[in-house]
């Protein structure tokens, strides 16, 4: 019984002196968490000029907020869950921007997979904006893809039905598990092609497919994308490592307490 006093005695005084650094409070709340990344991943706020990169090793949490944005660099992926029940497969060299029901994206490519929340009225409809058209999902897994210029969505539906409409209204569809279309800037839609868009990374035992590589390890000096910044310093935890260090501290600060009892 004494020894737990004093831990948590010790415990409340470290914290208390040692407030956490903004980066690890970030940790601690969100709309949405990135749980696995691979390369080089940019992360921002709505009006910051430049993109940093991710800090933290692929084994932490991060979280992201409504309307922060996130960009893969070449041979980079990432995995993303949020509170309103997606999970977010994301390729190489895709640019978006995490919303509290939604994403808008740029270009690149991912794989969604989302269970419609119910609540007084009906089911939450995921939203997904693009250049050309907007998607709405009740509950599915699909595949999309948007053109680097911008110009050209493809999406490829697996499970569900999933709403494609073109901004100005004039063109919709709905689209069933097995179906495709490809949407082009001038809002024209085509069923008729068949879209390659790699194996399921949802089904067990698939990875996410990044096509001009495997990754940071692959041997190369990859280039920061226009308008991200290198951080030097990536590979330390400067968030979530002064959480670590309390805690150790706390460890050994408890047991030399202990040692002056006896």
């Known amino acids: 019984m004494k020894n737990k006093i004093i831990s948590a005695f010790v415990a409340a005084l470290i914290f208390c002196c040692f407030p956490l650094s903004s980066q690890a409070s970030e940790l601690l709340d969100g709309i949405a968490r990135i749980t696995r990344f691979e390369g ?56 978006c921007q995490i919303m509290m029901n939604g994403l808008r994206i740029k270009r690149g490519e991912m794989w969604i997979k989302y269970s419609a929340k119910t609540v007084p009225g009906g089911k939450i409809v995921f939203k997904m904006d693009s250049p050309v058209a907007t998607i709405g999902i009740k509950g599915t897994r699909l595949y999309l893809k948007v053109s680097q210029d911008g110009k050209e969505l493809s999406v490829k539906v697996i499970e569900g039905v999933v709403s494609v409409s073109t901004p100005d209204g004039k063109n919709s569809a709905d689209l069933k598990a097995g179906g495709n279309v490809i949407v082009d800037g001038k809002g024209g839609m085509d069923f008729g092609k068949t879209l390659q868009a790699g194996p399921d990374p949802f089904e067990a035992g698939n990875a996410i497919e990044n096509k001009t590589g495997t990754g940071e390890n692959g041997g190369q000096k990859q280039a920061v994308p226009e308008g991200g910044k290198d951080n030097e310093k990536t590979d330390q935890d400067p968030g979530n490592g002064d959480v670590k260090k309390k805690i150790q ?14």
């Open 40 to 95: 080089k991943i940019y992360h921002g706020k709505p009006d910051d000029e430049k993109l940093s990169r991710m800090p933290f090793s692929a084994t932490n949490k991060y979280c992201l907020f409504d309307q922060d944005r996130l960009t893969t660099d070449e041979k980079s992926s990432c995995e993303v869950e949020m509170k309103s029940g997606a999970a977010l497969k994301i390729s190489e060299k895709t640019e």
């Open 249 to 262: 501290h706390i460890n050994e600060t408890d047991d030399s307490l202990i040692n002056i009892l006896k």
